[in-house]
């Protein structure tokens, strides 16, 4: 017959009563602090161990700049891309740029800035909080998906970078890289890939920089590790795999408008009201979907946008 | 009568119905002793007749290659293997293969000659309409998978973009082929039917055109098909005009 027996030392005898009803608070506050400190050791080796594809990324923000709308399948979003880098089949990215390395990564930032410099991504990426942006993202080409992007605001990212009186806009430029893009080996665009904003478009809260999608750390196919989201533009104008950020002070001529600037303008607004000669642009297939949704103008950012164009003919200015 | 040999066209009755083969009579003729072993093993039989008469085995070959792309796809649906966007995956599938069989069709004349196989010639018709096959399909995912019986939607889509254009231009020269593609018809249109069908040479060209128009900026593939269709006309216009040439003369 067991006989039970109080024990010798009673833990109210080593914790005083007050500490120990409040035992819950403490170990919050504890492990806080200590994850605080964790993170703050070890943020550099967790970014930089960002290179690996998949890698989760940590200290993600909501935003409420968010759609509600369900997002894609990560497999449509990193099986069908248009990033000619890598073959101008939307298959062929996901088959073509397995062996790209998006780290290490320089980001070389020049023009009209206080301090022109060559970053290391992840030194360049440092100062921000990470956010997620569920976004629209709308292809010229009159498809759309819903993406769950990471990103840090390009606004902030611009005004850390100090632009002169004269800077007016922002150019952007892809890796060029024929041995790792095999894209770029044949000349069906003129490259490296060129993209550009208005200082004012860049500053909008809607544009982000992306690094990430679903949470991880952008595949390659996507516009690893550095890429421009602006979800009321065609998808052409979110630039991927950006090795440099200029500020100009004068428009500067994007890829597209290059190659066909009676088709793709600077500004490409996604504008259900300007025709384009290959694709009805009234209407447009969401991925997943059978039938075709009405495209609404800015892509249903026109809250946040509309007022960039005030003045501004968007017949002309497309 | 050099010029009825090498015109574009050829006798009605090389569009007839088949003549039936005198050494396939003589066969069964032979084999009619033991009929019953024979059909029982058709494995046996099947070869040997073919090798006997291969543009049987040719049209099995192009009756199971016209085939094979619509059940792929048909295949591809219910197994969800047509990627992100299948209406796009599917008009693609279904516009190239058209174009396939067009320029496939387009090859018999050329064939004929430069093999002397002239038999060959049974074998356009059933490739013809696997080209208007294919391009009804194409259509008919355009206007049910893509716009849904928006007639207003269509209307547009044809006016304003070029590429459409050219595209229902092609679906439109090639109805009157398919329907006059009959042997009845053929006896019936006699010359004009030759007249007729010539309709495939614009056809093919401005299905190409349909494809360029298409792409945005990688022609790689357009220019491909733009070459094999030039290869394919220039034999004619060469042909033709050397009878010219040499009937003057």
Known sequence: MLIKKAPDIRSSDITPKAIYLRRREFIQAASGAAVAAAAALASPAVRSAAAQ????????????????????????????????????DKEAPAQTSKKFKGRPWKVAVEGLVAKPAVYDIDEFLKPYTLEERVYRLRCVEAWSMIVPWIGVPLGDVVKRLEPGSKAQYVEFTTLYDPGQMPGQRSNVLPWPYVEGLRLDEA??????????LYGEVLPNQNGTPLRLVVPWKYGFK???????????????RNTWQVMASNEYGFFANVNPQVNHPRWEQGME?????????????????????????TGLDLRKNY | MRGSRTGFGLRASDFGPECPDPRAANDSHESSPKPVARSLKPATIFPAALARKPITLLKILIVVAGLVPAAALV????????????????????GTTG??????????????????????????????????????????????LDQFFDPYAMTRDVIKRPFITAGMTTYLLLVPLALTSSAAMIRRLGRRWQLLHRLTYLAAITAVVHFWWLVKADVTEPRRWALALTVLLGFRA??????????RF
């Not at chain 1, 500053?203 to 990430?212: E, K, S, Y």
């Not at chain 2, 060469?238 to 009937?247: P, Y």
């Open chain 2, 75 to 94: 295949v591809g649906v219910f197994t969800d293997a047509l990627g992100a966007n299948p209406v796009e995956k599917i008009t693609h599938q279904t």
């Open chain 2, 99 to 144: 174009l396939a069989f067009l320029l496939i069709t387009l090859s018999i004349t050329p064939l004929r000659r430069m093999t002397g196989w002239h038999e060959l010639i049974r074998v356009r018709r059933m490739l013809g309409l696997f080209a208007f096959f294919y391009a009804t399909l194409h259509v008919l995912t355009w206007v049910v």
């Open chain 1, 203 to 212: 500053m909008n809260p809607l544009a982000i920089l992306g690094v990430g």
């Open chain 2, 238 to 247: 060469w042909w033709t005009l050397r009878t010219r040439l040499s009937s």
């Open chain 1, 285 to 309: 297939r969401r991925i997943g979907e059978f039938f075709r949704r009405k495209t609404l103008m800015f892509n249903g950012y026109g809250e946040q946008v509309a007022h960039l164009y």
């Open chain 1, 53 to 88: 594809n998949g890698q989760k990324l940590a200290n993600v923000k909501k935003s409420p700049l968010s759609t509600t709308d369900r997002p894609n399948a990560f497999e449509d979003i990193t099986s069908y891309n248009n990033f000619y880098e890598f073959g101008t």
């Open chain 1, 238 to 252: 979110s630039i991927k795999s950006i090795v440099k950020i200029r500020l100009v002070d004068k428009q500067p």
